[in-house]
């Protein structure tokens, strides 16, 4: 039995990997926001470490 429907379970489980894949993404999703501002925040201690070496 298992010989014959072996690619139904590969699909099944690939299904199930896919699903568990999505939902996990769309539980720790980070807003546009919180993203904006660690990028912002990011970027001036890059100019100010700049800044720094420079003087």
């Given at each position: 039995m298992l010989a014959?429907?072996?690619k139904q379970i590969?699909?099944?489980i690939l299904i199930i990997?896919?699903?568990f894949n999505i939902t996990s993404?769309?539980?720790?999703?980070?807003?546009l926001k919180?993203?904006?501002?660690e990028s912002a925040q990011y970027m001036l201690?890059?100019?100010k470490n700049n800044?720094?070496?420079v003087k």
């Amino acid at each position: 039995m298992l010989a014959k429907n072996w690619k139904q379970i590969g699909f099944v489980i690939l299904i199930i990997a896919v699903l568990f894949n999505i939902t996990s993404k769309l539980i720790n999703k980070t807003s546009l926001k919180t993203e904006a501002l660690e990028s912002a925040q990011y970027m001036l201690e890059k100019e100010k470490n700049n800044n720094a070496i420079v003087k």
